[in-house]
């Protein structure tokens, strides 16, 4: 089993940053490819962020791209959202998870590989 708890949402004026943390416990972090997905109101889970067990690869849902950076820091079991000139249209549930990948190197994109997930951080973007 592995356990995530997020952090770091909130409320935040478009244009704003804001930095999310997940602290995963229970088994190796480093076996674990990790993402981001984030679930707007009325809409489904979708895939934000994606980065690989050795943090070399990462991948980002097209809007997101150039505005939020994943990254983990493999010592401290974390890994970050870093979330910059945020928009009325970021605002949702946030939620890290973990997938169990054999290459260390490859992101993976795909919600139904991730089996284990944070309870979520909501972050609001006001206009």
């Known amino acids: 089993q592995v356990q995530l708890v997020e952090s770091g949402g909130g409320l935040v004026q478009a244009g704003g940053s804001l930095r999310l943390s997940c602290a995963a416990s229970?088994?190796?972090?480093?076996?674990?490819?990790m993402g981001w997905f984030r679930r707007a109101p009325g809409k489904e889970r979708e895939f934000v962020a994606g980065?690989?067990?050795?943090?070399?690869?990462?991948d980002y849902e097209v809007s997101v791209k150039g505005r939020f950076t994943i990254s983990r820091d493999n010592a401290k079991n974390t890994v970050y959202l870093q979330m910059n000139n945020l928009k009325p249209e970021d605002t949702a549930i946030y939620f890290c998870?973990?997938?169990?990948?054999?290459?260390?190197?490859?992101?993976?994109?795909?919600?139904?590989?991730?089996?284990?997930w944070g309870q979520g951080t909501q972050v609001t973007v006001s206009s």
């Open positions: 998870a973990a997938a169990t990948s054999f290459n260390s190197a490859v992101v993976v994109s795909l919600l139904t590989r991730y089996a284990y």
């Open positions: 229970g088994r190796t972090f480093s076996d674990y490819a």
């Open positions: 980065i690989s067990r050795n943090g070399g690869t990462t």
